[in-house]
């Protein structure tokens, strides 16, 4: 008998929207010229999976949509708890926790989209504060995205579940329970 069970988890869909942000947002933090045209068009494309994302977060598959995953106070209570006291608390799709990651990437991303449209508008060119917003909101993506990698990689530590080859894949494999 098997140690291990699998579950089918992220559909196609969500792992092509994952790593083309992923793609793009690099692209635009590290390779692109900000302003430039490209800058601006990945930018824009960014925007646009996680308009589609939102969308799949309701019509999408079950792990995929936002009422699996929604970080009621309840499920964070007990994730939580659940940590603390060193207990297993495998959730097929997002852990309260990274559930909160997920909500807090999408905004970051629509708000880039947002005041990088704004910086182009006459109304706003040149201002200053919008610039600033602009490239704060960036560092808290590029924050925020380290967070994410960093906790992927400690709850994939502590749940002895490759959280990362299930984004590749779309399967978890997670050990049985023994208690």
Excluded at 11 to 17: A, E, N, Q
Excluded at 65 to 90: I, K, S
Excluded at 132 to 150: E, K
């Amino acid at each position: 008998m098997s140690d291990q069970h699998q579950v089918a988890v992220w559909d196609p869909w969500v792992r092509l929207f994952h790593w083309s942000l992923v793609l793009s947002i690099a692209a635009n933090l590290f390779v692109l010229e900000s302003g430039h045209r490209a800058h601006r068009m990945v930018g824009y494309a960014c925007c646009l999976l996680v308009v589609l994302r939102i969308v799949w977060g309701f019509a999408g598959t079950h792990h995929a949509r936002f009422a699996n995953f929604w970080p009621t106070p309840q499920r964070f209570r007990v994730h939580v708890g659940r940590l603390l006291r060193g207990e297993r608390d495998d959730h097929p799709g997002h852990n309260p926790l990274g559930a909160i990651m997920i909500l807090v990437l999408l905004a970051l991303v629509l708000m880039l989209g947002v005041t990088g449209w704004m910086m182009g508008q006459d109304a706003w060119f040149g201002d200053e504060r919008i610039e600033a917003l602009h490239g704060g909101l960036a560092n808290g993506l590029l924050a925020a995205a380290g967070l994410h990698i960093v906790a992927a990689m400690l709850m994939s530590w502590l749940s002895r579940t490759n959280l990362i080859r299930a984004m590749i894949t779309g399967v978890k494999t997670f050990p049985k329970k023994t208690d």
